[in-house]
């Protein structure tokens, strides 16, 4: 006779990707899946396989999340660098000292826009990478 093979689907709760981000998300700034949800223009059902990794994220949806919990589209689509974007006051503060100390001390003479921009390069790595931005400066200026 022929053999009954039955299969059982084990769905995990540990979640290692995206999924486990998005829960992240909610978690800090306290707010239940339908909040989420609602906050992103999305269905609940919908958000819920985004946290539970049973429907990939669309690119769309992805960049709302970003601009509505300021969170960098990189850690959240990738995990890599850190889960806020660069707009920390005190990162461009010290970047801005770093970059200006770091051309100072080579003898550079750089115009202020493209200071400017190294300022802001210099913040983006540092908040990226976690290193500090006098790090990021001098690898930065050793590469002139």
């Not at 339908?34 to 990794?53: F, G, H, L, T």
């Not at 959240?76 to 100390?101: C, F, Q, T, Y």
Request: charged share 25%.
């Amino acid at each position: 006779m022929g053999e009954l093979i039955t299969h059982r689907c084990i769905l995990s709760t540990d979640l290692s990707g995206i999924g486990l981000r998005l829960r992240e998300i909610r978690k800090i700034n306290d707010i239940t899946q339908p909040v989420m949800a609602a906050a992103i223009d999305v269905s609940d059902r919908a958000y819920k396989n985004y946290e539970q990794e049973k429907r990939d994220l669309p690119a769309l949806t992805a960049l709302n999340i970003s601009e509505a919990f300021r969170v960098n589209l990189d850690w959240l689509l990738a995990g890599r660098g850190k889960i806020h974007k660069n707009d920390d006051p005190e990162l461009a503060e010290a970047s801005a000292i770093a970059v200006l100390s770091e051309a100072d001390r080579r003898g550079t003479n750089l115009p202020i826009a493209k200071l400017g921009k190294i300022i802001g390069f210099v913040a983006t790595q540092a908040a990226q990478t976690g290193e500090s931005p006098a790090q990021v400066a001098s690898h930065y200026f050793e590469t002139l």
